[in-house]
């Protein structure tokens, strides 16, 4: 096509889309980055990350081969584990209650170990995350959840190394320029409508890739899809990801798949801003929740706080908390958890009670029924088995017994003061619904045939997650789905 200036048009400007542009340019393809945002913005959810990397390892050796920074003190002060491929296989199987679409799963296990590697000749550098996945058990470290990596400085570690890349590269990028429909032509998908500054333009490719996020942004999406509730959640990250990617692929005859009433909502800050915010892109963290009771405004316990290692918890417990009366929650903890309590807990803006007696705080929680949140903590703190060491660092078996809603893990009596309580609400942090693809990467139309010259990756793929989600699992996704797309779309593009 004479018309062609670019070869691979890839639209969105976080983790998914470096690594699709990342990808064709290896390839020798000629690539253009659309960024929605400003350029002081870009890099979607991506940027709002804690950098969480989930990958096959065994042991320390694997660990070294992705970190090699890590000292020989480290490591042998340190209990990586080993999370098998199997291991995997079963967290994603397990979580999404066997939804999950089995060529994509084993196409994220199968890969995710490698694009760790591949991200790192890019210039990205990992860590080991003892901040965050370890606590410090009989003067050694020891992960749990499954995740041991990190990207360097977070998100924003992450996708800074990933724009460093592409702008010495020679990928070109377009801020505040956002995609707005397909063209199509005899060929398949043969560029995009873009707007910038209000002004529409056509861009002409050969190949185009949408790595433009789910539509957790978009309100009326939120309600229409996710259900009643929703239009009120806090969304967890960037304001960007309102759905046009899924949309715009939709609307040309893809096929919709995956669970399109379903997303990755967590306990988090009540009174959080409507976005995130990038100056504090963890502030609304609430993530120490197995150690504490969750209490709803009529003073009841409503869920098992330590049904599982938090990893595997969290990314559902949002829509609990948002389905409670008023939409809130409080996090009540005593002085006994106060050592493994994450650090957003003392970050400024939460919303918090601290009390010496149970009495005084119920007394302080004016939207709480008090008198039955002192039953339920007595109940509960009766039902306690403490015949089990606490032990933060996997499931310890702590449970309660006897109560209508059991606390299977972690079950220490809330009887030490001083006592705290966190209000939190739902946050949202991205939807599962979207688009179906291939294990090339193609997206496919409603009769599972290829859209030629068109591909996705990252959180607008559905069939991923359904339900519930495996921390750390949403850049791996991002970055083994980006990869494979951008390699497809360059491969089409110079055929
Ligand atoms: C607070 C928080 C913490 C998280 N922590 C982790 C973690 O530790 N580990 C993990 O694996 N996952 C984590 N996640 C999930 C993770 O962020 C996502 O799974 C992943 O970043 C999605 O990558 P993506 O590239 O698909 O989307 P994004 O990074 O959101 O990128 C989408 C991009 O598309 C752009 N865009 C949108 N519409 C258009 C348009 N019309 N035209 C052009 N551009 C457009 C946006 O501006 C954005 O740049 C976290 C999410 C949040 C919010």
């Known amino acids: 096509m004479a018309d062609t200036l670019y070869d691979v048009v890839v639209v969105g400007g976080g983790n998914a889309a470096l690594c699709a542009a990342m990808a064709a340019q290896e390839n020798g393809a000629r690539v253009l980055i659309l960024e929605k945002a400003p350029e002081e913005k870009r890099g979607g959810n991506s940027n709002f990350t804690g950098g969480g990397f989930r990958v096959v390892h065994h042991g320390a050796d694997d660990i070294r081969a992705i970190v090699p ?284 009670i601290t009390a010496n007696t149970l009495e005084d705080l119920a007394d302080k929680m004016p939207d709480v029924d008090g008198a039955q949140m002192l039953a339920t903590i007595k109940e509960y703190n009766e039902a306690c088995q403490l015949n089990t060491d606490f032990d933060p660092n996997g499931k310890d078996g702590r449970t309660t017994k006897g109560l209508e809603v059991e606390k299977t893990n972690w079950a220490n009596t809330i009887s030490e003061p001083p006592f705290e309580a966190y209000s939190v609400g739902c946050g949202i942090t991205f939807t599962f619904g979207g688009l179906k693809i291939n294990t090339s990467g193609e997206v496919l139309d409603t009769e599972d045939i290829a859209i030629p010259g068109l591909y996705a990756a990252g959180e607008l793929v559905g069939g991923l997650f359904y339900f519930n989600y495996p921390g750390s699992t949403g850049l791996v996704a991002g970055s083994v789905f980006g990869r494979l797309a951008g390699n497809s779309a360059a491969a089409h593009a110079m055929d």
Request: aromatic share 14%; hydrophobic share 35%.
């Open 69 to 352: 920074d890590l000292t020989d003190e480290e490591i042998s002060k340190t209990d990586f584990g080993e999370y098998s491929r199997d291991r995997y296989l079963d967290d994603l199987f397990n979580v999404t209650q066997y939804y999950i679409d089995p060529d994509l799963a084993e196409y994220i296990v199968d890969n995710a170990t490698k694009v760790a590697q591949w991200l790192r000749s890019k210039g990205v550098r990992f860590l080991a995350n003892y901040g965050r996945q370890a606590f410090l058990h009989e003067g050694r470290f020891k992960f749990f959840g499954g995740v041991v990596l990190y990207a360097n400085g977070g998100g924003l570690g992450l996708v800074a190394s990933e724009y460093e890349y592409a702008e010495k590269n020679g990928i070109e990028i377009r801020y505040q320029t956002a995609a707005k429909s397909l063209i199509e032509g005899p060929l398949g998908v043969q560029g995009v409508r873009v707007v910038h500054n209000r002004i529409e333009d056509e861009i002409h490719a050969k190949s185009v890739v949408l790595a433009c996020g789910g539509f957790q942004a978009n309100r009326e999406m939120r309600t229409k899809y996710l259900g009643p509730g929703f239009d009120s959640a806090k969304v967890r990250g960037t304001r960007y990801n309102t759905g046009d990617g899924i949309n715009m692929a939709l609307d040309i005859g893809a096929q919709s798949y995956g669970q399109w009433s379903g997303c990755h909502a967590v306990s988090w800050e009540r009174y959080a801003t409507d976005f995130g915010e990038l100056e504090t892109p963890h502030a609304g963290y609430r993530h120490s929740y197995p150690y504490c009771l969750m209490i709803n405004a009529e003073g009841k316990r409503f869920l098992d706080e330590g049904f599982d290692e938090r990893n595997y918890t969290y990314a559902k417990y949002g829509r609990i908390v948002m389905q409670q009366p008023g939409g809130f929650a409080w996090q009540v903890f005593d002085s006994q958890v106060k050592h493994v309590m994450r650090d957003e807990y003392k970050t400024r803006g939460a919303t918090k």
